[in-house]
């Protein structure tokens, strides 16, 4: 894929784009596309790969992520976007926005109707990097509560409290809404199980902006029919794409939208925009955004 | 009804709570019966009478707004969960969420989508009053331009501008979301034709959180099917109750919501809270909150 924008990033940043026989840096755009990406590294001199999205896991299981080199992705690049939809999928649970969306009639008269606000409600962000550090900042407006779990547990601005992922299970209990923005990883895959949703409160909302593969699908489905949790709004799926007649197309709780969080249309200018400072960061030698450790996978 | 924490509120308030015939002040807390208030009314020496929602519509025209009386109503007091519900339907038009709750299957592979984010967009809000006032504060973390729309055209704090009704018609092409957050008067009435319509930018989405009748509702199916605006979030709508088999309930682009803005749920606390206010504010012959203008109509 050549796209002018990106060779005008490259050009913008100080660096000149040339054949990757002679290329110090590749910057690898289509995320569909690991083995491509394996062949020109094997014929490239280059020390330094950029990666087009936040994750990178078909990148790791095509074993592609050589240590030897220096590897980035776009992680924080997309956090606003990401982060806008996991407070459309929020406002969605609160406002019950499936439900609605698929009325052909008006509800029955009354006063009574379970919609919630966001105001004075608890929101537990479940890996806090830059779609959590985002989601904060537009939460601000909100008489919310914010708890957050991240993989050190050290303090992230703005939330009421952190912890580490050992103390998360026993927060589940305080939230009206949790929130995936984490990495998919050995640690976090199928995290949320059972066990989880039985600790979550039967009107809580679990939102995935993340990996589908963080959630247990089949326990998801069980929680959502027995209701041991009140909704979910799910932008990522395991198996992705979701298959036709799956369960959780059909429940009334569940807002499900197909990975559009962060759009191509979204992401393209922040894309240009990161390739451009890690260009002349990389021709610097200084620190280039967006580091992927190999050995954590992302 | 007899709502023992509106008896605890205008205690609270340092009032009692006496019979129609021996009262100063009435709390109304009934929308939907303007005719027992006009009977509690004849038999009652009260000289203030605190009506329960924002919009009085019905009551003025039961024709029960007596001029000679103080009227306060609710206006302002559920902002922030008004506010809120046009910030769900915003995210709703912008991340197509009435498309997605009714597909039952995923989206065809590629990077084209056509969802969008709120940053970078403009946000125009027609009646910028206590709704209007609270979005305004919840778009405040967003990279959104605000224009504003009030009786006055005296500038609404956070709007890069703002203009009175007769200037409106010429932004209607700026914006990506028109958000209808004004009272239901004569000079709001389907002041959203056909006109209005064929000025909003082809992707734009129409919100409306305050009253149906301020959208001549033939002229939006129109042109939401003629595709001159993008698509609509409707919490009103007229008629209301929106009849079954209407067209909106097919449209694709609409996410129809059956007025649950401010629930009464929602309403009761802050209700509760005004009553106490101003049952103070009326025995220190102070100023009373949500006052009416029986001119105006709100």
Redesign the interface.
């Known amino acids: 894929m050549v796209d002018d924008g990106m060779v005008a990033a490259v050009e913008a940043g100080g660096g000149r784009v040339v054949d990757a026989g002679e290329a110090e840096g590749i910057v690898w755009t289509n995320p569909r596309d690991p083995q491509g990406l394996k062949d020109t590294l094997e014929e490239s001199p280059a020390t330094w790969v950029q990666l087009p999205f936040a994750g990178i896991e078909s990148f790791v299981a095509a074993g592609v992520i050589d240590p030897r080199l220096t590897w980035t992705c776009a992680k924080g690049a997309y956090g606003?976007?990401c982060a806008?939809?996991a407070?459309?999928l929020m406002?969605?649970g609160?406002?019950?926005?499936?439900h609605?969306?698929?009325?052909?009639?008006?509800?029955e008269?009354g006063?009574?109707?379970?919609?919630?606000?966001?105001?004075g409600s608890t929101v537990l962000i479940f890996g806090a990097g830059g779609i959590g550090q985002a989601l904060i900042?537009?939460l601000?407006?909100?008489e919310v509560s914010i708890l957050a779990v991240n993989r050190s547990g050290r303090d992230v601005p703005g939330a009421e409290r952190t912890v580490a992922m050992d103390g998360a299970r026993d927060l589940l209990g305080d939230a009206d809404h949790v929130v995936i923005a984490a990495a998919l990883t050995d640690e976090t895959r199928a995290w949320f199980d059972g066990d989880a949703f039985a600790r979550m409160r039967s009107d809580a909302v679990l939102i995935n902006v993340a990996r589908g593969g963080i959630v247990d699908t089949d326990a998801l489905v069980d929680a959502l029919k027995g209701g041991e949790i009140g909704g979910a709004g799910l932008d990522v799926t395991d198996p992705?794409?979701?298959p036709?007649g799956h369960p959780l197309?059909?429940l009334d709780n569940v807002?499900?939208?197909?990975h559009?969080a962060n759009?191509?249309?979204?992401a393209l200018p922040a894309l240009r925009a990161l390739v451009e400072r890690n260009v002349a960061n990389f021709a610097a030698g200084r620190p280039l955004e967006g580091p992927v450790d190999p050995a954590l996978g992302y």
């Open positions: 606003r976007a806008e939809q407070l459309a406002f969605a609160a406002r019950r926005l499936a609605h969306a698929r009325a052909t009639t008006w509800r008269p006063f009574g109707s379970p919609e919630r606000q966001l105001d900042e537009m601000e407006p909100y992705e794409p979701l036709d197309w059909d807002m499900i939208t197909p559009i759009t191509w249309d979204m």
